[in-house]
């Protein structure tokens, strides 16, 4: 695990979507700078509280960026080099990182070495690059996708040109200023493949986080043979969201026990929201617990991410069909200034929440424990060690949820409110109906 990633906040980004790029990328078509204009809302990002951001696909694709057709070139709708090396410039300076997403299960159909192997025949040196089924002499072959998706080849990741094109990716951006990868499909492609990869890219990149899109399955056994540092809690994920409009908190505990497990082996990539599900706001089924699922995020264990628009209560609803990601991933303002203003009170508790995470930056490796559970009611208290575990202060916040139309009352060693609203008397805290709170 990479020391700064201990205090890392990530601003999650779909760019294509986020700047308004055209769905499908036209051949010749002329480079449009639009990456640059990221650099705007940096200061955003920055307000916000976070440190980093995390980055959609922003390389050359036909289409959704995750048909890669070069993966060392900048997609021509968001721009060209020149406007990569100027985000990181104007990103590092204000101590933000950025970790790029690595699309290394497939390629596009369009991608050369594709479209090379299947017009040269059985037997051309590059169809060993992809899972080929050639039929009758003359049809174009079979291939392994992903998913299903014709649009997307699969690569052969027993090919040790597979490993050497991954790694080479891997190194160039990072040589470029990228400070991580986040692995799409990590799940899809095995273990062991990147047990060969990462080995080569920390020698010279040792910071660099690597975190691998897990949804499913063995996350600790998948960072232990990966060597990832990290995977993405959809665990928790889902938890969060069903247990509040189950209003059966009793789900989020047995979630949360199951996510301390894993800090035995890592520290889980946090998130309500992303680029592939639809909107916290769209999900929740009662708006006033929004800032309940927040509360959980940022005050348990993880490296936390928003996903953009999320910070100012969008809604979107993800749908399985030809464009169903569209309403997810919509195009933003020019500037923060045109955000719509009936967000501001959403945005007002991200600020909140992530300033609280930012003062107890303990919280990355938090323990947490149960103090009270019922169907609407959890007090959990999250614990941990500021500084080095030998010579650092113990750090304690205790956290209420409450999705009752009445009042909660709670017994708790605390003595200030730090988050949230209750009324703190004689070690008992009294919670309004809905409400929720952080106290230490």
Do not use: C
Request: charged content about 20%; hydrophobic content about 40%.
């Amino acid at each position: 695990m990479t020391s700064w990633t201990e205090h890392a906040i990530f601003w999650h980004v779909y760019p294509l979507g986020f700047l308004g790029a055209e769905p499908v990328l036209e051949p010749g078509r002329e480079t449009t700078h639009r990456l640059r204009s990221l650099v705007d809302w940096l200061d955003h990002a920055v307000e916000l509280g976070t440190s980093g951001l995390l980055l959609g696909p922003i390389f050359a694709a036909r289409s959704h960026g995750y048909d890669t057709v070069d993966h060392f070139t900048i997609d021509p709708r968001l721009g060209d080099r020149a406007d990569f090396d100027l985000l990181i410039d104007e990103a590092h300076a204000r101590g933000l990182r950025i970790v790029l997403d690595g699309v290394f299960n497939h390629v596009g159909r369009d991608h050369p070495a594709f479209r090379r192997a299947v017009d040269a025949g059985p037997g051309a040196p590059e169809g060993d690059l992809f899972h080929l089924t050639w039929k009758q002499p003359g049809e174009p072959p079979g291939y392994r996708t992903f998913e299903g998706h014709e649009g997307l080849v699969a690569l052969n990741h027993d090919d040790d040109r597979v490993v050497a094109l991954v790694t080479d990716v891997m190194r160039h951006w990072l040589a470029a200023g990228a400070d991580g990868w986040r692995l799409d499909a990590a799940y899809a492609v095995p273990a062991q493949f990147w047990a060969r990869v990462l080995p080569t890219v920390r020698a010279d990149f040792p910071e660099a986080y690597v975190v691998g899109e897990l949804i499913h399955g063995d996350y600790a056994g998948f960072v232990t043979a990966s060597g990832v540092d990290a995977v993405t809690q959809y665990e928790l994920w889902k938890a969060i969201w069903s247990s509040l409009n189950d209003r059966n908190l009793y789900e989020l505990d047995h979630a949360l026990g199951r996510h301390g497990a894993m800090l035995d082996t890592f520290v889980p990539q946090t998130f309500v929201g992303n680029h592939d599900v639809t909107r916290l706001a769209t999900r929740l089924t009662d708006p006033r617990h929004v800032s309940h699922a927040l509360v959980v995020l940022f005050t348990v264990a993880g490296t936390p991410s928003v996903y953009y628009g999320d910070e100012v209560g969008l809604t979107g609803l993800k749908e399985e069909r030809l464009g169903g990601d569209d309403a997810i991933r919509p195009a933003f303002p020019d500037t923060p200034a045109d955000l719509p203003p009936a967000g501001l009170p959403v945005l007002d508790v991200h600020r909140e929440l992530i300033a609280l995470r930012r003062r107890h930056p303990w919280l990355h490796l938090a323990r947490t424990r149960t103090l009270e559970l019922a169907n609407e009611l959890l007090a959990y208290e999250s614990t941990g060690t500021s500084g080095s575990a030998s010579t650092g202060a113990a750090g304690r916040l205790v956290v209420v949820l409450n999705l009752a139309d009445g009042a909660a009352e709670v017994t708790a060693q605390v003595t200030q409110v730090v988050a949230g609203s209750a009324e703190v008397h004689d070690g008992r805290v009294r919670v309004p109906g809905h409400g929720w709170v952080v106290l230490e």
